[in-house]
């Protein structure tokens, strides 16, 4: 998904480094065309009050939640990434606020010289007393919103009330000066209908980014996949209707071909898509060890169909859903010609 915490922070000073136990001869990791790895995904917790049906971490969160991810593995790989020239993190989950140190993580996080960034359901940021705890430590929030009123994000969120939790907390984040306030929405065949008037509520709660995400093929998402997985003619008729119902964000579209968002197709997440090393729990042969997942391109779950083969933009899209794709017919996929502008 679009970097919230991409904006370059600054490293540790050499002194810096010393007190925080940092290596002064490190080496910042480099991907296969050049990248300089700068981002870090830090999974906290793997507990949520939600339940959403299309969830990607369903899967995980059953096999790990009984694995608590401790403040010493969190220090610890905070620790490790900022000295090999890590600049920002975004703290996930399950719910990453309701991580006991939480605000400590922020906290740690910042004086490594790393930008703070949460994707949240807004759990523990609706209450104004843990706001005014953590708010000054983050620099940006994603927060989930999956329709324009709580009859339609709560039935996809599987709690009554989440939709209220949610909007409090961005009002409340709102308020902090120079906030970083942006929103995911997660589209499905549930609610993208409604699509237009949620964009349109999140531009009017103040997300100066908003990330519109197809559908994973992860998790609760594949579990229920044929049921849940908007199709490509309704995309394509809905998506590029968006940036005018909030002409004052920015709007990414994570997981869509770039020919099925019109003129828009320059926001397409491809385009925008920073390297990062994904720190979670993950089964190893035995055992389980928290460790890192180094991606350099967003191809993760798409994949190329042969309608593709002759479009313009084919190495910079990174194509349909590889479930969809095996799922559903791709017709309604218009590749761009040699010419397109």
Same mark, same amino acid.
């Given at each position: 998904?679009?970097?919230?915490?991409?904006?370059?922070?600054?490293?540790?000073?050499? *002194?810096?480094?010393? /007190?925080?136990?940092?290596?002064?001869?490190?080496?910042?990791?480099?991907?296969?065309?050049?990248?300089?790895?700068?981002?870090?995904?830090?999974?906290?917790?793997?507990?949520?009050? +939600?339940?959403?049906?299309?969830?990607?971490? $369903?899967?995980?969160?059953?096999?790990?939640?009984?694995?608590?991810? #401790?403040? =010493?593995?969190?220090? *610890?790989?905070? @620790?490790? &990434?900022?000295?090999?020239?890590?600049?920002?993190?975004?703290? #996930?989950?399950? +719910?990453?606020?309701?991580?006991?140190?939480?605000? +400590?993580?922020?906290?740690?996080?910042?004086?490594?010289?790393?930008?703070?960034?949460?994707?949240?359901?807004? *759990?523990?940021?609706?209450?104004? %007393?843990?706001?005014?705890?953590?708010?000054?430590?983050?620099?940006?929030?994603?927060?989930?919103?999956?329709?324009?009123?709580?009859?339609? &994000?709560?039935?996809?969120?599987?709690?009554?009330?989440?939709?209220?939790?949610?909007?409090?907390?961005?009002?409340?984040?709102?308020?902090?000066?120079?906030?970083?306030?942006?929103?995911?929405?997660?589209?499905?065949? @549930?609610?993208? $209908?409604?699509?237009?008037? *949620?964009?349109?509520?999140l531009g009017e709660l103040g997300a100066r980014l908003i990330v519109v995400s197809n559908l994973t093929a $992860?998790?609760?998402?594949f579990d229920r996949f044929t049921e849940l997985a908007p199709r490509l003619a309704d995309l394509a008729r809905?998506?590029?209707?968006?940036?005018?119902?909030?002409?004052?964000?920015?709007?990414?579209?994570?997981?869509?071909?770039?020919?099925?968002?019109?003129?828009?197709?320059?926001?397409?997440?491809?385009? &925008?898509? %920073?390297?990062?090393?994904?720190?979670?729990?993950?089964?190893?042969? =035995?055992?389980?060890?928290?460790? =890192?997942?180094?991606?350099?391109?967003?191809?993760?779950?798409? #994949?190329?169909?042969?309608?593709? $083969?002759?479009?313009?933009?084919? /190495?910079?899209?990174?194509?349909?859903?590889?479930?969809?794709?095996?799922?559903?017919?791709?017709? +309604?996929?218009?590749?761009?010609?040699?010419?397109? =502008?």
């Amino acid at each position: 998904m679009t970097s919230p915490a991409a904006s370059p922070g600054h490293l540790p000073s050499p *002194t810096q480094q010393s /007190e925080l136990g940092l290596s002064a001869d490190a080496r910042p990791w480099i991907g296969p065309k050049g990248q300089v790895m700068q981002r870090l995904e830090l999974h906290l917790t793997y507990h949520c009050p +939600e339940r959403c049906a299309f969830c990607s971490e $369903e899967h995980r969160m059953a096999s790990y939640r009984a694995f608590p991810v #401790t403040w =010493g593995r969190v220090a *610890t790989v905070l @620790r490790l &990434h900022a000295s090999r020239g890590v600049r920002s993190v975004h703290f #996930t989950g399950g +719910e990453p606020t309701i991580h006991p140190r939480f605000v +400590e993580a922020l906290q740690l996080a910042r004086r490594l010289g790393m930008r703070t960034s949460v994707g949240t359901i807004g *759990t523990m940021l609706s209450r104004p %007393d843990f706001a005014e705890r953590a708010l000054p430590w983050l620099d940006e929030a994603l927060f989930s919103v999956h329709g324009p009123s709580a009859a339609v &994000h709560d039935a996809l969120a599987g709690r009554v009330g989440s939709f209220e939790t949610v909007t409090a907390a961005m009002r409340l984040a709102r308020r902090q000066p120079g906030f970083g306030l942006f929103a995911n929405t997660v589209v499905t065949a @549930r609610n993208i $209908e409604q699509l237009p008037d *949620t964009v349109a509520l999140l531009g009017e709660l103040g997300a100066r980014l908003i990330v519109v995400s197809n559908l994973t093929a $992860e998790g609760g998402g594949f579990d229920r996949f044929t049921e849940l997985a908007p199709r490509l003619a309704d995309l394509a008729r809905i998506l590029p209707l968006l940036p005018a119902r909030a002409p004052d964000a920015v709007l990414r579209f994570f997981g869509v071909p770039m020919c099925l968002l019109g003129p828009h197709w320059s926001c397409s997440n491809d385009l &925008h898509w %920073d390297p990062r090393v994904t720190v979670e729990w993950q089964s190893v042969p =035995g055992k389980v060890a928290f460790a =890192g997942i180094y991606s350099w391109a967003p191809d993760r779950k798409r #994949t190329h169909v042969p309608a593709c $083969e002759g479009c313009a933009r084919r /190495e910079v899209c990174m194509g349909v859903n590889d479930l969809y794709a095996l799922s559903f017919q791709t017709d +309604e996929l218009r590749p761009f010609s040699g010419g397109a =502008g």
